[in-house]
């Protein structure tokens, strides 16, 4: 079936840094999303990606569709310790089609 | 803000019953999914819903599940005859193709622990 690709699987993060993220299909999807998960709760949009080479901001975050339709990244500057949890990238076919979600990027504060 | 409610936040049920899930999505959606995430894996796609059918369904959602959207605000998953790998949380959402802003929305889940 379709895969997403995502890394890192896990990071560690000091507040203030810039905490980057990615990825990669072998097939091409015409929507990226990017989620952010907390413990118990669903996943909560931050970003939606339309068009490829698309680059959209969020506050603090940055996420781009790449120009192959077969990847995106997303960028968080200057982390707070909110931004601790855990962030899925998703792709669809089409409007209204299901999403395939990536594995996750756990994010950690730095003992 | 528009929502999507679940309920219950949690079930517990015993192997072989039967259970049923319950959403409200968002008042103009007009797509409709459940989806699973088992303890510390990823999300995965269970079914969609679009002009009261199901439009896709993975080889997760087995004849044991069924959906439903009775009235014209809830949506349903039932489980049959609940087994223990059951266990998850599951994960109701909606979209439209004119609410691009939302993109799809989810909500809070609903845990479902099969003992």
């Known amino acids: 079936g379709q895969q997403l690709n995502q890394s890192p699987q896990s990071m560690f993060i000091q507040e203030g840094e810039d905490v980057s993220m990615n990825c990669t299909s072998s097939?091409?999807?015409?929507?990226w999303l990017w989620y952010k998960q907390d413990p118990g709760e669903g996943p909560v949009l931050l970003i939606a990606l339309y068009k490829a080479g698309e680059l959209t901001s969020n506050g603090r975050l940055t996420a781009q569709f790449g120009i192959t339709r077969k990847d995106s990244f997303l960028n968080i500057s200057a982390s707070i310790p909110s931004d601790v949890g855990i962030y899925f990238c998703?792709?669809?076919?089409?409007?209204?089609?299901?999403?395939?979600f990536g594995g996750g990027t756990r994010v950690l504060v730095k003992p | 803000e528009p929502e999507v409610t679940q309920t219950p936040s949690h079930q517990v049920t015993q192997m072989g019953q039967e259970v049923i899930l319950r959403c409200v999505p968002i008042s103009n959606h007009l797509y409709f999914y459940w989806y699973r995430q088992i303890l510390g894996q990823k999300v995965e796609f269970l079914v969609s819903?679009?002009?009261?059918?199901?439009?896709?369904k993975s080889e997760i959602f087995d004849d044991q599940f069924s959906v439903e959207r009775p009235d014209g605000s809830n949506f349903t998953l039932k489980i049959r005859s609940t087994k223990l790998e059951d266990s998850a949380m599951y994960f109701c959402a909606s979209s439209s193709i004119r609410d691009t802003e939302r993109g799809y929305t989810f909500g809070s889940g609903t845990r479902l622990t099969v003992v």
């Open positions: 097939s091409i999807f015409n929507t």
């Open positions: 819903f679009y002009n009261n059918e199901i439009s896709e």
């Open positions: 998703a792709g669809s076919k089409a409007a209204g089609n299901k999403l395939t």
